[in-house]
């Protein structure tokens, strides 16, 4: 079973909660939204060490940390799988 959670944080805080996200391991897909379009989705690997999605998601934050540059606001959308 699958759930999905929005946080809303601020430019500056963008790169760090999307790592934070990704080290909890239940995570199926991140998707950045900004005014209601999304402008990132990143699909993860069901049980993948975080090790592997952290080195494979690595330019895909660099992207979002200059994203992040020129935003105020924007919604993280979380899909997380429920055991």
Known sequence: MTTNEKFTVSGSQLV???KQL???GNIRRVRVLHEGRTVL???LSI???AAAVTIMVAPV???LG???ALVTECTIEVEKVEE
């Open 16 to 18: 760090d909660k999307v």
């Open 22 to 24: 990704i080290h909890e």
């Open 41 to 43: 989705e990143i699909p």
């Open 47 to 49: 049980g993948a060490p």
């Open 61 to 63: 934050l660099a992207a």
């Open 66 to 68: 200059a994203f992040a």
